[in-house]
Nanobody, 125 residues
Framework: QVQLVESGGGSVQAGGSLRLSCAAS????????MAWFRQAPGKEREGVAT???????QYVDSVKGRFTISRENVKNIVYLQIDSLKPEDTAKYYC???????????????????WGQGTQVTVSS
């Protein structure tokens, strides 16, 4: 069982930046897919960004140009640099991991078995 621990959330004003981190443990090899999701109150969990072991990256359209996902493969750490934050980015951000995929990583929550506890991002206007 993979354990994922997120950190780096907080409260910021619109236009500010945050860097989220997620460290995986309990696994002896590099994880194929690592992803960031977010969930705002009353809304469904949304895929924000995914990255494969080989570095193939995908973003949801609403964050392109503002969010940057990256990872350290050997350490199984994934980052999410969030710039130009908007109030609508307010949500709990979750890290997810999955080892069994090939090709591009999916952005559907149901495709992932391993999740972190989430870190809150709150953006004020």
């Amino acid at each position: 069982q993979v354990q994922l621990v997120e950190s780096g959330g907080g409260s910021v004003q619109a236009g500010g930046s945050l860097r989220l981190s997620c460290a995986a443990s309990g696994i002896q090899y590099s994880i194929y897919c690592m992803a960031w999701f977010r969930q705002a109150p009353g809304k469904e969990r949304e895929g924000v960004a995914t990255i494969t072991l080989g570095g193939t990256i995908q973003y949801v359209d609403s964050v392109k140009g503002r969010f940057t996902i990256s990872r350290e493969n050997v350490k199984n750490i994934v980052y999410l640099q969030i710039d130009s934050l908007k109030p609508e980015d307010t949500a709990k951000y979750y890290c997810a991991a999955e080892t069994r995929f090939v090709g591009n990583c999916p952005a559907e929550p149901l495709q992932y078995n391993d999740w972190g506890q989430g870190t809150q991002v709150t953006v004020s206007s």
